[in-house]
């Protein structure tokens, strides 16, 4: 009983330390908003311009609760994608004491390398990614310039918001995927000849959800799908290697 009230005690202090940093980091988001928006919307204010510089008035709001609302829903995002780390090590730390230590060891590194996935996810499609759809419909404003019309790009605030944080979150789950096939693997859900005699409908799928998710043209479909698949190929050639070494064994 004693063994009990402690554990709900930690859980607690672990549950209220979590909440506690989501608030203050919320409130630090929000309090710093146009810095952070600012640097959200870089890779599109520096198409969008062409000096970043320029006093070019680059978003609009049609409603009046539209600017609060947009810098309230990217500031709870970014804490969310801030925190989220910090409480799945709390859980872990919570949860380790009932844990073997060959468990702990395992789960502790596809913790760690889930987050070095979700790190590189965040750099590809802000480096990669939106720079290279932006430049591609932003394109459109000068092909259209013609003597009968001229396009203009006017973005509503929350619209842009909402795309960034959807393609955000799109991405960071798809770059966990390796790390999900790891862990079926290792626990037998699948097995690596199934992967390997699937290898060209895995590669075929990869570029299916790319080519759902890129702008129309191929150099972004690779930009996309390229590295999906050369993770899985790295995966596929560790395992041959591991497979083929316990066959040494044997």
């Known amino acids: 009983m004693l063994s009990l009230q402690i554990h709900f005690q930690e859980l607690t202090f672990r549950l209220v330390y979590v909440t506690f940093a989501f608030f203050n980091t919320f409130l630090i988001c929000y309090i710093y ?45 970014i ?35 889930s987050l ?14 939106f720079p290279l759809i932006f430049k591609f419909f932003l ?11 001229t396009l203009k790009l006017e973005q509503k605030l929350i619209d842009f918001v909402f795309l960034i944080l959807h393609f955000s979150t799109i991405f960071i789950l798809l770059f966990q995927i390796p790390l999900i096939i790891v862990y079926l693997l290792k626990q037998n859900f699948i097995s690596f000849t199934f992967l390997k005699n699937n290898r060209r409908f895995f ?17 972004s479909l690779l930009i996309i799908a ?20 316990k066959k040494c064994l044997d």
């Open 33 to 77: 908003i146009d810095v952070i928006m600012y640097l959200v919307a870089f890779p599109f204010l520096k198409l969008k311009t062409g000096l970043i510089t320029s006093l070019q008035h680059d978003f609009i709001y049609t409603n009046i609760f539209e600017a609060f609302t947009s810098y309230l829903t990217l500031a709870f995002i």
């Open 79 to 113: 804490t969310i994608y801030l925190v989220l780390p910090l409480f799945l090590y709390s859980l872990f730390e919570f949860l380790k004491l009932g844990l073997f230590a060959y468990e702990k060891n395992y789960i502790g590194f596809l913790l760690r390398v």
């Open 116 to 129: 070095i996935l979700y790190i590189i996810a965040i750099f590809f499609i802000y480096m990669l990614f």
């Open 139 to 149: 394109s459109f404003e000068e092909v259209t310039k013609t003597f009968f019309f």
């Open 203 to 219: 590669i075929i799928s990869i570029f299916i959800v790319s080519c759902l998710l890129s702008p129309p043209d191929l150099i």
């Open 226 to 245: 390229m590295p999906i698949c050369v993770c899985f190929e790295i995966i596929l050639f560790l395992f041959q290697v591991q497979h083929s070494y």
